[in-house]
């Protein structure tokens, strides 16, 4: 999935654009914008922040924006998430267009995939694709011409695939670790894979990865030696201040005060043991 932000400079003559990849834009402020299929069929849009439009793949689009800049956040869904979601059937997955789309979940989700762009995007490569892949099941089942009905499964992952993705995470905790190598570690699409994964532990994929790394964290912790920056690059964190937000977020101290506070536990055990 790319996200990325896009500025239409305002002008006079109308040009055209061509989206080679289905795309959910969602204006970051407000802006109008002439649009239509024909320079002589083009409509007046005005979209305020956070409203957003649906547009399909090898769409030839004739557009003008106004004196406004039209600031855009585009986030383009892959060919293989719409895949995953039908089974692996590419030509099945159609999505209409939908010059203003009003969808909760869908905004959440462009809202979360906007707020890790801006951030730098320090949580990897496997938010992203799981936030893609929520997409991807949203738009198919309430956008798509015609498609495969998206399949329900009971159950969960066996045992054994458990186990195995489990040793998986653990030997590539320090990697940017994305939402098809987990699947392919086990064997599975991703879109099954997913779905499978949070029903056998109550975690999307990405929640059991934070988890994984920030157990990790601990155990380093425990040691008096070694920086706080090399635990977090040993846990696979991108940036100490990233390492230092989750970690605060999930265990509500710092990893420097989770340490002390090991320590000063530590000292007072033995100081008891010494006088007892």
């Known amino acids: 999935m790319r996200v990325e932000v896009n500025v239409l400079e ?9 989206q080679h990849q289905p795309a959910l834009m969602m204006a970051l402020r407000t802006g109008s914008i002439e649009v239509g299929s024909r320079r002589s069929a083009m409509m007046r849009f005005t979209f305020g922040a956070g409203e957003m439009c649906l547009v399909p793949r090898h769409v030839e689009t004739w557009l003008r924006t106004d004196a406004l800049h039209y600031l855009y956040l585009s986030v383009d869904i892959s060919d293989a998430a719409l895949a995953a979601v039908c089974d692996g059937t590419k030509s099945d997955v159609e999505l209409r267009r939908v010059g203003k789309l009003v969808d909760a979940r869908v ?3 462009a809202a979360a995939a906007n707020a890790e762009r801006v951030a730098g995007f ?12 929520a997409l991807a099941v949203a738009l198919v089942s309430g956008y798509a011409v015609r498609h495969r009905s998206v399949q329900t499964h009971r159950g969960g992952l066996g045992s054994a695939r458990l186990r195995r993705i489990k040793e998986f995470v653990d030997a590539k905790i320090e990697d940017e670790l994305t939402l098809c190598e987990m699947a392919q570690a086990v064997e599975l699409s991703t879109a099954y894979f997913s779905r499978m994964f949070r029903k056998s532990t109550g975690e999307t994929p990405h929640q059991f990865l934070l988890r994984q790394r920030l157990e990790r964290a601990k155990r380093m912790l425990r040691s008096a030696d070694g920086r706080v920056m090399d635990v977090a690059v040993a846990c696979g964190f991108k940036s100490q201040q990233h390492f230092a937000q989750a970690f605060r977020h999930v265990c509500g101290v710092s990893p420097t005060e989770y340490r002390q506070e090991l320590l000063d536990h ?5 100081w008891e043991r010494v006088n007892s």
């Open 266 to 270: 530590e000292m007072t055990h033995a």
């Open 107 to 109: 905004g959440a989700l």
């Open 10 to 18: 305002s002008g006079t003559e109308p040009g055209v654009s061509v």
């Open 122 to 133: 320090p949580s990897g490569r496997l938010f992203l694709d799981s936030v893609e892949q």
